[in-house]
C-alpha cells in the first residue's frame, strides 16, 4: 500500500538556521507533490508544489526539492525563525486526480 | 471573501447517531475532498469530488456518505456514528492549473466527539 514517512521526530533548530524537512514515500510514483504547513488547532496552508519534471522550486524562504529516483521530497526553510514553528505536511497526487494523500507531518520548532 | 466555510466546528455525538457536516466553497473550485485527521494518523481521504455530480471514494470511506449537487456545496453525512470515527475533519477545496491540481484550501474543521 502508499506509504508517506516524514521524520517521525520533532525537529529543534535554532534561529536563523536552516531546516531541513524529510518526505520519503514508497509503491508510487506521483506526478507532483505539494507542501502544507499546519499550525495547532487550524487546517493546513498549502506552500509549495513541484511537479515531478522540477529538481527544485523556491518561494521566499521556502526551497522544495524532488528527487523521484530517490522517492524523496526534502523541504528547507533558510534563516529560520520563531514563527515558522509549525508542524509541515506533504502530500502527494495519487494516479487518477484530486486523490492527495498526506504524511503525518513533521513538527517543527525554532527557538529563539 | 469567505474561502472554505464548514459547520459546526465543534459537535458530540451519540453512538448510532447520524448528522451532516456542511461545507461551502466560493471560490469556484471543481475539486473538493474530506479529510479526517487523527493522532499519529495524518490526514486521511474520505471522499472526493472532481466536479458537480461526480464523487468517489478515498482511502476511508466505510460509515460516510457525500453528495455535490452545486459547485459550492459539497456536504459529509454520518450515516451511524461510532466512537472511531471521533476526529477533526477538514473539508478543502482546489482547482486545476496547467494539468495540475493545484494547493488545496482548508476549511477550520470539525471536531467530532462521538460517545
Known amino acids: 500500500s502508499q506509504k508517506i514517512e516524514q521524520n517521525s521526530e520533532a525537529l529543534n533548530i535554532q534561529e536563523g538556521k536552516t531546516a531541513t524537512l524529510t518526505c520519503n514515500y514508497t509503491?508510487?510514483?506521483?506526478?507532483?507533490l505539494q507542501w502544507y504547513r499546519q499550525d495547532p488547532g487550524r487546517g493546513p496552508v498549502f506552500l509549495l508544489l513541484?511537479?515531478?519534471?522540477?529538481k527544485e522550486k523556491r518561494k521566499e524562504r521556502l526551497k522544495v526539492t524532488f528527487d523521484t529516483t530517490l522517492k524523496q521530497s526534502l523541504f528547507h526553510i533558510t534563516a529560520s525563525q520563531p514563527a515558522d514553528s509549525a508542524t509541515y505536511l506533504c502530500?502527494?497526487?495519487?494516479?487518477?486526480?484530486?486523490?492527495?494523500?498526506f504524511g503525518t507531518g513533521t513538527s517543527l520548532t525554532v527557538i529563539p | 471573501n469567505a474561502g472554505v466555510t464548514q459547520t459546526p466546528k465543534f459537535q458530540v455525538l451519540k453512538t448510532g447517531q447520524s448528522m451532516t457536516l456542511q461545507c461551502a466553497q466560493d471560490?469556484?473550485?471543481?475539486?473538493m475532498s474530506w479529510y479526517r485527521q487523527d493522532p499519529g494518523m495524518g490526514l486521511r481521504l474520505i471522499h472526493y469530488?472532481?466536479?458537480?455530480?461526480?464523487?468517489d471514494q478515498g482511502e476511508v470511506p466505510n460509515g460516510y456518505n457525500v453528495s455535490r449537487s452545486t459547485t459550492e456545496d459539497f456536504p459529509l453525512r454520518l450515516l451511524s456514528a461510532a466512537p472511531s470515527q471521533t476526529s477533526v475533519y477538514f473539508c478543502?477545496?482546489?482547482?486545476?492549473?496547467?494539468?495540475?491540481?493545484?494547493?488545496?484550501?482548508f476549511g477550520s474543521g470539525t471536531r467530532l466527539t462521538v460517545v
Open positions: 502530500a502527494l497526487d495519487i494516479n487518477t486526480g484530486n486523490q492527495f494523500y
Open positions: 469530488s472532481v466536479g458537480a455530480g461526480i464523487t
Open positions: 509503491n508510487y510514483s506521483p506526478a507532483y
Open positions: 471560490m469556484n473550485h471543481e475539486y
Open positions: 478543502a477545496s482546489s482547482y486545476g492549473l496547467e494539468g495540475v491540481i493545484y494547493g488545496y484550501t
Open positions: 513541484i511537479r515531478e519534471n522540477e
